[in-house]
């Protein structure tokens, strides 16, 4: 949400599709599997 205070909402969710635009195209790049069990438990160390 830093973005969002710096230069607006418009810009901050241009920023967020644009990062997973690159994850998404690394990972069909690559041939890696998401994994949302795996996606989680890293979203609840980081917590």
């Not at 205070?5 to 690394?26: D, F, S, Y």
Request: hydrophobic share 60%; charged share 25%; aromatic share 2%.
């Amino acid at each position: 949400m830093d973005i969002a205070k710096r230069a607006g909402m418009k810009k901050a969710k241009v920023a967020l599709a644009r990062k997973l635009a690159v994850v998404m195209h690394r990972m069909l790049a690559d041939g890696t599997c998401f994994v949302a069990a795996k996606s989680a438990h890293a979203m609840v160390v980081a917590a």
